[in-house]
């Protein structure tokens, strides 16, 4: 089974206000619950995320989603492979795909050294 990972925060959660006190306070992206769940037809799916994993886990719940959570050390998975339900984590596990709206695709380090360098203030 492949797996795809997707970032909660800017993919699935709007993430309108920034990260606030991190609650989770806004709905989802439009077309994000059917997009999921559209590939988990053809994929094992995680969401990655630096917040509370089993509060993303329980809004995604509440919105239809069946989801688990990966709680060390009791649950620790090295790889996600289930269709059926969406893991919740905090960790990158191995995936064909990540998608992250804060994202660069790496191609070589002088490309990625020009991007990250526009990042730079001015020093004028």
């Known amino acids: ?3 795809i990972a997707l970032d909660f925060d800017g993919v699935i959660h709007a993430y309108s206000r920034g990260w606030q006190d991190g609650s989770i306070y806004d709905e989802p992206l439009p077309g994000a619950l059917d997009g999921i769940r559209t590939l988990q ?7 990655h995320t630096s917040r509370d994993a089993l509060e993303v886990c329980r809004w995604l719940e509440e919105r239809g989603v069946p989801s ?5 050390p009791d649950c620790v998975y090295q790889f996600w492979e289930s269709p059926k339900i969406v893991l919740v ?3 990158k596990l191995p995936a064909v795909l990540y998608v992250d709206d804060r994202g660069l695709r790496f191609q070589d380090w002088p490309q990625t050294m020009s991007y990250v360098l526009a990042f730079l203030p001015d020093e004028g």
């Open 1 to 3: 089974m492949k797996t």
């Open 41 to 47: 037809k053809y994929f094992a799916v995680y969401v």
């Open 68 to 72: 688990t959570v990966d709680i060390p």
């Open 89 to 91: 984590t905090n960790r």
